[in-house]
């Protein structure tokens, strides 16, 4: 992967944590504080996640000449397509003006899909024997979101992110992975109606249920998920450094999901993780689910700091769902 491999944008719309505390009624301290939040992005009128995400790809595209040209498959990671039908990367392709040839599908998942796209990704382009890879994220949860919800609205963020992934070329590679998926506790964040189970409209000629309003909206249960990481993600950075043949001093830096101040201090100390290490910018965007880890890598793609690190990358979140990986630049 060439310099600059990593984009991203953000929306229109700013909110303070003051803003956020009058909206939700919870402690703007307690925001700043916990959570980690001073302000975050969402998107305005007019814009949608695939107008976010063309925008984060248009960026990297003005930064490589003819990557536009070069790119033969898509991956969007999203659980909040702007439709049911089609899929978000096929409105991207036809936004950015891709080829008919172009290969593009959706990833269906949340905090650990941008881990989980990168080794789609390099396993796609190798069975295939296609050579270059988007890998685009963009979870807008505002629009899921009931502004006056304390557990949700404090807490997440809207971004797209852009990176391009090359098939035996450039500077990163993956040295070791630890994937995992504890489905049992997966309602622990979820968006109960709206799904072919609890459809929004019933058989023909029937009326949609009068009680689904509130189940379209994204539901989560904090504590369930800070257990679920303090217990799991500890051992699968633990895992995937052993599987590397690698400690944890030899780590350059940790960039982590960005779900809260909170849970990223705790389970740092639980780690053993050195504050310096830790890449944090929850303050500046919040939560932006599967755009919360390549935007820490951009920040510091953009900066200079990933040329000859290791840097271990982790998701966690819905599903429950988890990705670790470490990374070679």
């Not at 257990?227 to 699968?236: A, D, G, R, T």
Request: hydrophobic share 40%.
């Amino acid at each position: 992967m060439p310099a600059q491999h990593f984009a991203y944008a953000l929306p229109s719309v700013c909110h303070t944590a003051a803003e956020i505390a009058a909206l939700t009624g919870a402690d703007e301290q307690f925001i700043i504080e916990k959570v980690g939040l001073s302000r975050r992005y969402v998107l305005g009128p007019g814009e949608t996640g695939v107008s976010l995400a063309a925008d984060a790809c248009r960026k990297l595209f003005d930064r490589h000449s003819g990557l536009a040209e070069e790119v033969d498959t898509l991956i969007f990671v999203t659980q909040t397509p702007d439709r049911r039908l089609p899929q978000n990367s096929a409105g991207l392709a036809a936004v950015l003006n891709l080829p008919d040839s172009l290969a593009s599908f959706d990833l269906s998942l949340g905090c650990s899909g941008f881990v989980y796209a990168l080794s789609v990704a390099e396993g796609f382009l190798h069975s295939v024997g296609r050579h270059c890879a988007l890998v685009v994220t963009c979870d807008p949860y505002s629009r899921i979101i009931d502004p006056s919800d304390k557990d949700t609205n404090c807490v997440f963020g809207d971004a797209a992110t852009a990176t391009v992934v090359r098939l035996g070329q450039g500077r990163g590679r993956i040295l070791a992975t630890d994937f995992g998926t504890r489905g049992q506790d997966g309602d622990s964040i979820c968006v109960p109606a709206g799904g072919a189970a609890r459809p929004l409209v019933g058989a023909i000629g029937a009326e949609p249920a009068a009680d689904i309003a509130d189940d379209l909206r994204l539901h989560m249960h904090g504590r369930s998920v800070f257990n679920f990481v303090n217990s799991v993600v500890p051992e699968s950075i633990r895992a995937c450094l052993g599987k590397a043949g690698l400690k944890l001093d030899d780590i350059d830096l940790f960039a982590l999901h960005q779900g809260s101040r909170y849970m990223l201090d705790a389970m740092a100390r639980r780690v053993g993780i050195p504050p310096q290490k830790l890449l944090q910018n929850i303050s500046n965007y919040g939560n932006t689910v599967s755009s919360s880890i390549p935007l820490l890598l951009s920040e510091q793609d953009e900066a200079g700091h990933l040329n000859g690190r290791l840097v271990l990358v982790s998701g966690f979140g819905v599903g429950l769902s988890w990705a670790t990986a470490i990374l070679q630049f």
